[in-house]
């Protein structure tokens, strides 16, 4: 698997679904904001101990919550440059 391939996987676990939480990013539909999990994830939560709090959810749940940020920065920033 190519890392291009890797990331589309990954991010394929983001939904966004106006339905669903207001259409904010989602891990698959499953009414876990994507900012949520990056809330835990920089006020110092490990994977494990975010794995540990919500059962449903696996490693590349938490993986996918990264790339879509990070993406989305990239974007961000791409948009700042042309602007």
Request: with cysteine; net charge negative; charged share 25%.
């Amino acid at each position: 698997m190519t890392p291009e391939q890797s990331t589309d996987t990954l991010l394929s676990r983001i939904t966004i679904d106006p339905e669903v939480c207001h259409g904010k990013p989602v891990i698959r539909g499953l009414r876990y904001p994507v900012e949520s999990i990056l809330e835990y994830l920089s006020a110092g939560d490990s994977f494990e101990d975010i794995l540990a709090e919500f059962p449903d959810l696996v490693r590349d749940d938490l993986r996918a919550c990264i790339e879509f940020a990070n993406q989305s920065l990239k974007l961000r920033s791409w948009q700042l440059v042309a602007a």
